[in-house]
């Protein structure tokens, strides 16, 4: 089992930017693909970005695409969301979440279904 805690959440103007951090205990890193999501209340959690166990491989939401991007530190055992140019619609708390994968190096998944665990989230908070 893994243990996920995010940090880095926050207030920001609109324009600005942050780097979401994701610190994985109890298990490596390396042997989850790792996901990003976003939930604001009242709405379902949504898809903001997946990496792959080998961090070769990243796919985003069409809104965040050119303005967030996911890496991973397998050594530190820490992923990464860097989110440039925020606007009001990236206010929701931040999901880290983490998928057991057997085999593949490359693959990379966006349904909140397929990840075994999750953090507590961090908020971000985008004013206008």
């Known amino acids: 089992q893994v243990q996920l805690v995010e940090s880095g959440g926050g207030l920001v103007q609109a324009g600005g930017s942050l780097r979401l951090s994701c610190a994985a205990s109890?298990?490596?890193?390396?042997?989850?693909?790792m996901g990003w999501f976003r939930q604001v209340p009242g709405k379902e959690r949504e898809f903001v970005a997946a990496?792959?166990?080998?961090?070769?491989?990243?796919y985003y939401r069409d809104s965040v695409k050119g303005r967030f991007i996911l890496s991973r530190d397998n050594a530190k055992n820490a992923v990464y969301l860097q989110m440039n140019v925020l606007n009001a619609e990236d206010t929701a708390v931040y999901h880290c979440?983490?998928?057991?994968?057997?085999?593949?190096?490359?693959?990379?998944?966006?349904?909140?279904?397929?990840?075994?665990?999750w953090g507590q989230g961090t908020q971000v908070t985008v004013s206008s």
């Open positions: 979440a983490a998928k057991i994968v057997g085999g593949s190096l490359r693959a990379v998944y966006q349904r909140n279904s397929e990840y075994n665990y």
């Open positions: 109890g298990r490596t890193v390396s042997n989850y693909a």
């Open positions: 990496i792959s166990r080998s961090g070769m491989d990243t």
